[in-house]
């Protein structure tokens, strides 16, 4: 008796001991940009243990994931001084910026003028030098963010072959879903949503030319912003398609996606298209848009077809009914089975010609991308190809051909079809996504899945996903928010509020249960 007597006093003894260290004690699983502040602000958590848990569990992680190409040397020296400046402000985080002391995750494609290579997943950029730091980077790095790393990629944002897996790229093979094993992490932003996902890091930047910020976020659970093209800067950033590509936040939360979005829009005189999306940005940044209540009044389009067809009768077709009954019982008026002129050709590449025109524009931006780096390897797509040829170990041309890297050097910019697939982008888009908006006054275009990136990605316009449930065997699934250029605002606030009444996203499991807390110096 006295013996069990005292075992419950010393279990009871132990659940208060348990319960005192998980209050005194920071989580960093699905830590966001709020939770990290609030820790540093009460002294609980620096910016260096943080590096240090993220650099960890990189290390543990990546073998398996191969997510991360490369960790920055410098990320502790920069969380050092973050904590610093946090220190001699006196804990007053008003003056600090609004990533302070935060990691960000950078796709390969984001220049970065450090001891970090930007690579698009390829050898053959290895060592070449950026001129500067891209502008997104240089926003992260005055809003006080830390640079962790670069995130795997598509390589060549899956122009370098046709047949290669999506996520696939030589210097990293190919990225692993963190759900599930033979899931499609999707790319071509694969690593920044699966290190997300996996909690490797805080939040991430991708990039999109057509559903690479979208899909990889749809398919690994995690929130993913591509916004209007033009709002953020593309100077500094490998690029592929002046028209389509768009710099945009991975996270975990709308929250924290908003947090960087505001980091890094802006004017850059070095991207002209930055100029014409600048009208766009609101005085006091995108946070504001944080709305509980953000769904009162919208007006959402439904978009089941084609989008709903490889859904049918599963557990997303259930789970995509019971949110509509969220937008409406949240005071979204919900326009049902809309459809999308020429929907059809917009997603079929080679009908619309966005193949033909990507190709074209790929071949052209790189060339110039390319001549503007010192110390490089290549200084041209031909030059790209030849490196890929004499390195075919490296490069792993057994495995997959650069048929697309060829098929993009044979291509011209005034060639007919190309001249033509543009103007017939732009009328896809004014007869499709554009028509559907106005007539039917939505503030949204919702869908299923990743695929109506397409249509958003054709005509500039901005998208953002949001995990939406799991199917019978754990594959994750979002819910895609589109809309017209400039209307960044209203998606936030219908995401938001989606995701807030939802909470869908849950970690990994396989990647959480060798989950620990130890003590970071
Ligand atoms: C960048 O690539 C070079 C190889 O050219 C390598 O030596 C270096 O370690 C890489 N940088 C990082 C931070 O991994």
Known sequence: MASLFSLSLLLL??????????????????????????????????????????????????????????????????????????????????????????????????????????SAGSYALLGAR?????????????????????????????????????????????GLNP???????????????????????????????????????????????????????????????PRQDSIGPICR????????????????????????????????????????DGLKGKRLGIVRKPFLDSFKGSTAASAFDQHLVTFWSNGATVVDNLEIENIGII?????????????????HTLNEYLGGLSNSRVKSLAEVIAFNSNNPDLEKMEEYNQDGLIAAEMTNMLDEEVVEAERRMKQLSEEGFEKLMKENELDAMVTLGADAATVLAIGGYPALTVPAGYDDNGMPFGICFGGLKGSEAKLIETAY?????????????????????????
């Open 13 to 118: 003894f132990l659940s208060f001991v348990t319960a005192a260290i998980d209050d005194s004690q920071f989580t960093f699983h699905e830590a966001t940009i709020e939770t990290i502040h609030l820790a540093f602000a009460q002294n609980r958590l620096t910016s260096r243990q943080l590096v240090h848990f993220y650099v960890d569990r990189v290390q543990t992680l990546n073998p398996s994931l191969r997510c991360v190409l490369e960790l920055n040397p410098d990320a502790l020296h920069q969380a050092d001084e973050a904590d610093r400046l946090r220190a001699a402000a006196g804990g007053d985080g008003t003056t600090l910026g609004h990533l302070h002391g935060i990691p960000v995750l950078l796709k390969d494609s984001i220049g970065t003028d450090d001891k970090l290579n930007t």
């Open 130 to 174: 950026v001129a500067r730091d891209a502008f997104v980077v240089e926003r992260l790095r005055s809003a006080g963010a830390v640079i962790l790393g670069k995130a795997s990629m598509s390589e060549w944002y899956s122009v370098r072959s046709f047949e290669m897996p999506s996520g696939w790229c030589a210097r990293g093979g190919e």
């Open 179 to 241: 759900y599930v094993k033979s899931g499609d992490p999707c790319g071509s932003s694969s690593g920044s949503a699966i290190a997300v996902a996996a909690n490797m890091v805080a939040v991430s930047l991708g990039t999109e030319t057509d559903g690479s910020i979208i899909c990889p976020g749809d398919h690994n659970s995690v929130v993913g912003f591509k916004p209007t093209v033009g709002l953020t800067s593309r100077a500094g950033v490998i690029p592929l398609s």
């Open 253 to 292: 939360s709308v929250s924290d996606a908003v947090h960087v979005l505001d980091a890094i829009v802006g004017f850059d005189p070095r991207d002209e298209a930055t100029g014409e999306a600048a009208k766009f940005i609101p005085m006091g940044g995108y946070k504001q848009f944080l709305r509980e």
């Open 347 to 363: 997603l079929n590449p080679a009908q619309s010609g966005e193949m033909a025109l990507l190709l074209a524009e790929f071949k």
């Open 497 to 521: 509020a989606f995701e807030q009444a939802t909470r869908m996203r849950k970690p990994p499991l396989s990647y959480s249960t060798e989950f620990h807390y130890p003590h970071y110096q």
